[in-house]
Antibody, heavy 124, light 114 residues
């Protein structure tokens, strides 16, 4: 069965960086995109960006441009999201979600499976 | 960017009664070339990740009970739970995947038992 297993909770100081991992199993890792979505406590869902594990191509939400980097290691079917220059407002649960390509619009994907989430707390 | 809005913010419904959630997009998410609406609905229970319920505005994901249905086209959409069960208590989000690769989500609607 498809599974996305994320790394454990992190506590970071303002100005530091965090790197969250997302290990995929149950499907061919390079055949589906990986999206990253975050959710502050009690808040809604915010899309951060996308990566194609086959090509390594990425696309980031404008809000995170310059601060986020998405990478992968295909040999271990794992995607990574690194966020730098952390501030208190970055305290949130970070999710990876598999993106399945859908018909019609070129490149359109649907997030069908999600990781369990990783809590990142930014505090001095 | 396409902005998604939802109404109401929350609702409480008696067990076995109907729950209706509305979602509106700031521009059409209907792609004329294939006549499909790039609109999905997710359910999120406390402490869990979102779960895909419906895509193409009205197609249920495999394993989703048929009491969940989606309707609408263009800019106005509805998620209906025909007979609310205790396990349906959750926050429901609509999401557009038209403006790929950028997803945008609605703010969510919390459903509780009255």
């Amino acid at each position: 069965q498809v599974q996305l297993v994320q790394s454990g909770a992190e506590v970071k100081k303002p100005g530091a960086s965090v790197k969250v991992s997302c290990k995929a199993s149950g499907y061919t890792f390079t055949s589906y995109d990986i999206n990253w979505v975050r959710q502050a406590t009690g808040q809604g869902l915010e899309w951060m960006g996308w990566m194609n594990p086959n090509s390594g191509n990425t696309g980031y939400a404008q809000k995170f441009q310059g601060r986020v980097t998405m990478t992968r290691n295909t040999s271990i079917s794992t995607a990574y999201m690194e966020l730098s220059s952390l501030r208190s407002e970055d305290t949130a649960v970070y999710y990876c979600a598999r993106g399945v390509r859908v018909s019609g619009i070129v490149g359109a994907t649907l997030a069908d499976y999600w990781g369990q989430g990783t809590l990142v707390t930014v505090s001095s | 960017d396409i902005v998604m809005t939802q109404s109401p913010d929350s609702l409480a419904v008696s067990l076995g009664e109907r729950a209706t959630i509305n979602c509106k997009s700031s521009q059409s998410v209907l792609y004329s070339s294939n006549n499909k609406n790039y609109l999905a609905w997710y359910q999120q229970k406390p402490g869990q990740p979102p779960k895909l319920l419906i895509y193409w505005a009205s197609t249920r994901e495999s394993g989703v009970p048929d009491r969940f249905s989606g309707s609408g086209s263009g800019t106005d959409f509805t998620l209906t739970i025909s007979s609310l069960q205790a396990e349906d208590v959750a926050v429901y989000y609509c999401q557009q995947y038209y403006s790929t690769p950028l997803f945008t989500f609605g703010p969510g609607t919390k459903v509780d038992i009255k």
